[in-house]
């Protein structure tokens, strides 16, 4: 029986085959198989609750909440039944065994007769955590990276133009041949412009003075 065209209910004995070839973290892989074993033989009817895993793998019951949403997210797991803690009767989630046609492209896989050596990816991994996968969206975020800080196109190799922080506009450089003010130059202050001034209504009092005394009659 299938849930859609990608996702298929499978007994106990063969998801579990499924999942020790899957390579996950340890918590999610001990959840997983204790999981397996609240299962009737064709995958069904598992409700064991959060608390109670948490006490048979020894782990948290944050690290078992995360290692069920793994495997829902994978497809391994699917929930048939929404747990509530209202009322006098809690009721846990019910969940089914399952596995995705496409489990390939969601986690890396041993081989059939799982070898040691099939544990590492290689380059024709496609799944999400593959390095080859990794490396790509390493790639695509530095380029839409510089895009946003810089306004560089995303497919743009060229040294983008340096940014004010504090407008957002580019900073143009000057031409080579072009002087630059020297870094030593003081802006002309409030107390030199004070100074001119007073020194200006000086020389205009001269001025007044020297006319007062050449009107004066010998």
Request: hydrophobic content about 30%.
């Given at each position: ?24 973290p340890q918590p999610v892989k001990s959840v997983a198989a204790h999981v397996a074993q609240y299962a009737n033989r064709d995958g069904s009817h598992i409700y064991p609750g959060v608390a109670r895993l948490s ?164």
């Open positions: 029986m299938a849930d859609d065209d990608s996702t298929v209910e499978v007994g106990r004995y063969e998801w579990e085959r499924i999942v020790r070839r899957c390579v996950l006490a048979v793998t020894q782990l948290s019951e944050r690290s078992v909440r995360d290692a069920l949403e793994t495997l829902r997210q994978l497809a391994l797991l699917t929930r048939t039944r929404k747990g509530s803690s209202l009322g006098r009767q809690a009721l846990t989630d019910e969940h089914k065994l399952t596995y995705p046609a496409d489990l390939e492209r969601r986690v890396h896989l041993l081989d059939p007769d799982e070898t040691p050596a099939s544990a590492a990816c290689d380059p024709s991994c496609q799944h999400d955590r593959s390095p080859a996968r990794l490396a790509a969206v390493r790639r695509r975020s530095a380029k839409e990276h510089r895009h946003l800080t810089t306004g560089t196109p995303a497919g743009d190799s060229r040294t983008p133009a340096p940014h004010d922080r504090n407008t957002g506009r580019s900073c143009t450089p000057p031409p080579k041949d072009q002087p630059r003010p020297a870094s030593n130059q003081r802006e002309t202050s409030d107390e030199d412009v004070s100074t001119e001034r007073d020194d200006s209504l000086l020389a205009q009092l001269i001025r007044i003075d020297e006319a007062a005394s050449r009107r004066r009659p010998a």
